[in-house]
């Protein structure tokens, strides 16, 4: 089956650092990949839409200077988190969808704690 | 604003019972409708999605669609404590996977 590699899949850093997650589907190429945001005991909010060899679309509110969305080829994503703030410390998840599919594969996520 | 609701429980059944778990939405034009599990601290897995108005059965999962009524269901059948964890309703506006906007979810503990 479609797997998405997260990693790292947890972070800890001093807030002013920037920090890089990677998403990355492992037997399948995706042209888009999804980021999402999970504050504790809330919903998955989406962050940005991430599309491959163009800038990635984000939802309103989400601010693209500060969450910065790379998708240089076709198996990989990732989202740097710029000088970071504790209340940036989140879980966050980036999924995709096989060609042919019509549900999204999710990655395994990334636990990002700002101190 | 499109919205996604759920009753956030938790929900507790005993084991072997019917655990039943509800969705409203408020977008009318949602096509797609998918229900994932997540244990805490993991990420989303999905259970099984459904297009069609009716039910969609796969194992012990049964899900109801009611787009007149903009409601999703997920029951399932004889409940093991493994089944305890967090249901998310998922809804797309277009069958598929477009921009699905997820509800807070509703926990469920199942009882030994």
């Known amino acids: 089956g479609a797997v998405v590699s997260q990693h790292p899949s947890w972070v800890i850093c001093k807030s002013g650092t920037s920090v890089k997650i990677e998403c990355r589907s492992l037997d399948f190429q995706a042209t888009t990949m999804f980021w999402y945001r999970q504050f504790p005991k809330q919903s998955l909010m989406l962050m940005a839409t991430s599309n491959e060899g163009s800038k990635a679309t984000y939802e309103q509110g989400v601010e693209k200077d500060k969450f910065l969305i790379n998708h240089a080829s076709l198996t990989l994503s990732t989202l740097t988190v710029t000088s970071a703030h504790p209340e940036d410390s989140s879980f966050y998840i980036c999924?995709?969808?096989?060609?042919?599919?019509?549900?999204?594969?999710f990655g395994a996520g990334s636990r990002l704690t700002v101190l | 604003q499109k919205e996604v609701e759920q009753n956030s429980g938790p929900l507790s059944v005993p084991e072997g019972a019917i655990a039943s778990l509800n969705c409203t939405y408020s977008d009318r034009g949602s096509q797609s409708f998918f229900w994932y599990r997540q244990y805490s601290g993991k990420s989303p897995e999905l259970i099984m999605f459904i297009y069609s108005n009716g039910d969609k059965e796969d194992g012990r999962f049964t899900a109801q669609l009611n787009k007149a009524s903009q409601y999703v269901s997920l029951l399932i059948r004889d409940s093991q404590p493994s089944d305890s964890a967090t249901y998310l309703c998922a809804v797309g506006s277009n069958t598929g996977f477009q921009k699905l906007v997820f509800g807070t979810g509703t926990r469920l503990l199942v009882s030994p």
């Open positions: 999924s995709a969808r096989p060609s042919g599919a019509n549900v999204l594969t």
